[in-house]
């Protein structure tokens, strides 16, 4: 009779909103024993483990890497603190998934590659649009050539005034238009030529961030942001891609369009999708058999944090970025 795998033990770097996330999800699972959580703050890391079995609960996350045997963890911790938890648990050759951003900038998170090729570990970074459904067949469709060759990206990702708040020392481009920058990224499968951003005035972040990125290939890249709306007034996540025979536009939630070939399909929202679960399902997949190769690489990361780096720097001297020649 055969048995059972052992259940992937996982710990979790982070007990914040997001680490509760991924903490919900993993204690639903019958393939995973959450081995430890760590936290800074007292009373988050008290309610982390309420009901999920968590055997460790420290407020070290080094620690936590030393002390608690595991095979994997998950970092959603502040993202200052994300590159000296990976290089600790890359050492300790822990599989990792590290959430977005992977570092606070391109450079910071330099020693994240030479520390993954010495490990037998590795970096799954937490881009989670590569893991939604509707995200994946709206790429499928770009990558069957329906619509011709790419040539523009719009995207729109608002979100409710409440963020300038929470987040006052985090950019909007490293906290929610970062996610664009990948899907522009997954989209055009080219490295950015140059950037320019633009802000409008606002009380801290409260205000829209531009940012207009072209390819080295030439694809226009307008990518929008805004944390302005009152909590309930928000429009739903859309992209749109241009090619030069058709578009294809994904409103989040609700239809995915395909306008090429002389008509119009329309493809209604998956049921039931929760990227970070199919993002969990896949690093899980990669922990257990370390030949299956990662859908997302600490370098495709690292390009994304150098176009908001230079996004960022463009804002900051009102000026246009090059980022190659």
Known sequence: MA????PVRVLVAGAGAFGKEHLSRLARR???KVSGVTDTNPSALESSGSGLGVAERLADPLRLIDEVE???IVIATPAASHVEICLHALSRNLAVLLEKPVAPSASSAVPLLAAERSSTGF??????LRFSQDH??????IRSGRIGRVIYVNSRRYRDD??????????PVLMTLIHDIDFAQWVTSSDFHSVLARRSEGLG???VTAVSATTVTGIICDLRTAWTFADGDLPPDRLEVVGDRGSVELVVGRALDVYAEGRDTSYPAAEGNDPLRNEQDHFLACVRDRSQTPALNLSQALAGLKLADAAIESLRLSREIILSA
Do not use: C
Request: no cysteine; charged share 25%; glycine share 2%.
């Open 123 to 128: 970096v799954l970074p937490g881009h989670v």
């Open 205 to 207: 972040y409260r205000s």
């Open 136 to 141: 994946v067949r709206m790429v499928e469709i």
């Open 162 to 171: 409440s963020h300038a708040v929470r987040y006052p020392d985090t950019d």
């Open 30 to 32: 019958s393939d995973v």
């Open 3 to 6: 048995t059972s795998p052992l």
């Open 70 to 72: 595991a095979d994997a």
